[in-house]
């Protein structure tokens, strides 16, 4: 038996090291087959994807792109987690939502929940979810010294903690076993309604935990509100670090020092389906955290404490299926990139009141992930990655601008309060409602192959959200409209809007497109009629006359357009179509003077649908 010699790669050693400038060389040369001529960086610049705040993602990454030292697990910056150990040790906590407003069925959900895998709980407080005076009998039959809880309960915070405290004390908890937090959080909520909140009530709570409470945090810094209005990434990680600088000024000023106040703050973060994008952002968000610490003078007091939610925007109404598997990557993100709390919402979150089935999908995400793909086995799997580290490098870069803004603009409330916060997520969304109307960010079972006969999914309508604030968007709020629009025309005639695809020419010639048109059609509730049968303008009519359809669109290759569209789509028109698409660029394929619009890869879909639907008449 021969025994290689130990010196690295020894079986590739005869073979010469490939080059950056190598590799552009062969980029170069696939860009040229697809029609661009492009060479150098540009050819790299050609691959790569626009991200918000001005960022971008490279097709490759090389040791050449240096980012500062990410440091070790439980040490300034914090980067790679707040503790030595990370969540190696027993996985991150297992954290479910509960807002129904009944404390009974509360109670039964959150039984059912710690029983299956949860290991805390969110409860929601106020009006349209649990009431204050339901708390003792929703947390009923709950182990407090080992289910740590966190309240969400807007203007009620102060009473929910009392509440709270008055629990542990009737069931003998010992105060150093109080676990989760308060959830205090007035600039938030101010955030969500435009409602003003006395923070001196929040100041008190933290001063009590600081003294009584060693395990229990007062204040919550949520993010949510702002990622639901449309924020970028960079965005969230802005406000939320001004949302906290605000909290330490009034702890500070009431007497706590900087340790003391930063021991009280637990930061909500919104964690999307974009896995590398919520990993950068949590790892990100522990390095600015530490920064701040570090320039108050407490450098140790820097370790964060996250809490990840998948994020409610993401969420579709549509094939709400999807929704699992959008949680379980955003969870993956999560956990990845270090949170301590991860909170999967259910896949139908959106529709109302989730059942027990949703429930423990959501929950066994987590667990799943945790148990079977072992993901917190390894602190920071991600760590040392050149794409993340770089990408956590300028995530944290963008994140403190918008922060410096907000403090320039005179801090969290007064630019809150300016109007400065709205304008700037309302400029970010608007952006990114044009890439999702072009469907340049593609919502698959909604934008991408939408079923038109899935069954809709019924749940008990949710309690009304907080509003009065910034706006609560949603990915697919231009689609469902028109979806809207195709149900309500469906069963007042008992049929959806269709439009018949005309396909000129062999299927080589016309099944890409006819395809594509089909998927985009069917994106606005329209039904797609495909005589797969190769038409020619006699045909054509006739078969259009029969499809029960008002709009037609011509599906081929543009040799054929050049020979066949004109006849065509005459002769649809002339047997009562009220429009005729084609499928492709007026560049590409030969100018059609019959042809009322082309339809193509990156046209605004959201637009030609809604005329569409318009000159069908569906309301």
Known sequence: MTVLPDDGLSLAAEFPDATHEQWQRLVEGVLRKSGKDVSGPAAEEALSTALEDGLSTRPLYTARDAAPDAGYPGFAPFVRGGTAAGSAAGGWDVRQRHVATDPAGSNETVLADLENGVTSLWLGIGPGALPVSGIARALDGV??????????????????????????EE????????????????LGHEARTGERLDPAAATELARLCGQEYPN?????????????????AGQ?????????????????????????????????????????????????ARRLWARVAEVCGAPDAGAQRQ???????????????????????????????????????????????????????????????????HLARVIDPAGGSWYVERLTDELAHAGWEFFQEIERAGGQAAALRSGLIGERLAATWAKRSEKLAKRREPITGVSEFPNLTERPVEREVSPAEASGGLP??????????????????????????????????????????ASFASNLFQAGGIEAVHDPVTVDATTAAEAFKASGATVACLCSSDALYEEQAEAVADALKSAGARRVFLAGRPAEATECTAVDAYVFAGCDAVSVLSSTLDHMGVA
Not at 172 to 183: E, F, H, Q, S
Not at 216 to 232: C, M, N, Q
Not at 252 to 278: H, K, M, N
């Open 143 to 168: 182990y407090l010294d080992l289910a740590p809880v966190a309240l969400d309960a807007g203007a009620a915070y102060e009473p929910a903690a009392r509440e709270l405290f008055r629990l542990y």
């Open 171 to 186: 069931r003998g908890v010992p105060k150093d076993a109080a676990r989760g937090t308060l959830g205090a959080d007035p």
């Open 216 to 232: 229990l945090r007062a204040l919550t810094v949520d993010a949510l509100p702002y990622h639901e209005a449309g924020g970028s």
């Open 236 to 284: 969230e990680l802005g406000v939320s670090l001004a949302t906290a600088v605000a909290y330490l000024r009034e702890l500070t000023e009431a007497g706590l020092s900087v340790e003391a106040a930063c021991a009280q703050l637990e930061f909500r973060y919104a964690a999307t389906a974009d896995q590398f994008l919520t990993i950068a952002k949590l790892r990100a």
């Open 307 to 373: 809490h990840a939610v998948t994020s409610p925007v993401m969420m579709s109404r549509r094939d709400p299926w999807v929704n699992m598997l959008r949680t379980t990557v955003a969870c993956l993100g999560a956990g990845v990139g270090g949170a301590d709390s991860v909170t999967v919402l259910p896949f139908d979150h959106s529709l109302g009141l989730p059942d027990a089935f949703a429930r423990r999908i959501a929950r066994n995400t987590s667990t799943i992930l945790l148990e079977e793909s």
């Open 472 to 513: 609560r968007i949603r990915r697919d709020e231009a689609y469902e409209v028109l979806r809207s629009r195709s149900d309500a025309h469906l069963a007042s005639t008992g049929a959806r809007p269709r439009v018949f695809i005309a396909a000129l020419g062999p299927a080589a010639a016309h099944t890409a497109r």
